[in-house]
């Protein structure tokens, strides 16, 4: 194919098949200046640690001024552009008043999710420092970034909360929703394949392993067979959970109560109660009551002692 018949089949091909970003229309965000917005708020919310140049104490105010400014301007136009393509009215004024709602609630935020870095440097004997945990685990970087999208998200802002997770995502393997409610002291260890649902709520003190899946069991289907938006699909992690690698919990209706242990390729989609152990015993899944002399092993299972039932 000649490259003009290349260019012209190209052309067919956008006024067919769409997929082009609203040529003639609203102009979508910048997938570059999202990712710059998650980048700014990181050096906002952890200065000294992610810059190229050392920073001192002096020159600290300055510094902070310029990244606000620079977080704002950047904000109000990339949520404008959202609101623009979802037709909100008056759409600078209301893209002014988000952002700055926004960045108001940053030193609360900031709080929230220094209580995510004292879970990880808690939970993990492997970490030597807190810097250590603030530069090199995932975790901070998908929880932060998930606070801060969750904040957007309840403001009504389409498109970018999804677009800040999805960096996050992108660098570590982990897919938190932006609707998703998360309790302080999170920590997920490793990160990869975590997949946290829109409606799922998880309490305070939990903390999971690589792949689990906190989803759905099915979608309801209207009267178009389009998916349903807006129910409740995910389940409810109590406080002080701990979710074994590769563990899935899946519908809206499963709640997993406080002080829980899923072991590790669980699949559960009933709720068990407060104090519980669910793992796999031979080829069966099995629940019991959590013990104090509960062994925890690795990465892995509790011991199981006597006294189970099976699921």
Known sequence: MHLQDLKLALL???????????V??????????????????????????????GLTEVALPTYVAQLISQLDERLVAEIEKCFRFAKVEAPAAQARERATTFLAQLPALRKLIQTDVVAAYQGDPAARSVEEIIVAYPCVLVISLQRLAHVLYHLGVPLLPRMLTEYGHERTGCDIHPGARLGDYFFIDHCTGVVIGETATVGSHVKIYQGVTLGAKSFEIDEHGQPVKGVKRHPDIGDHVTIYAHATILGGDTTVGAHSIIGSNVWLMRSIPADSVALFKGDSVVIRSRRKNDILVGHGSPVVPDGEWQI
């Open 12 to 22: 067919e091909s956008y006024r067919s098949d769409g997929g082009i970003n609203h």
């Open 24 to 53: 003639d229309g609203v102009n979508l965000p910048s997938q570059a200046s999202v990712n710059q917005l998650a980048v700014d708020c990181m050096l906002l919310l952890f200065p000294g640690y992610f810059e190229v140049q």
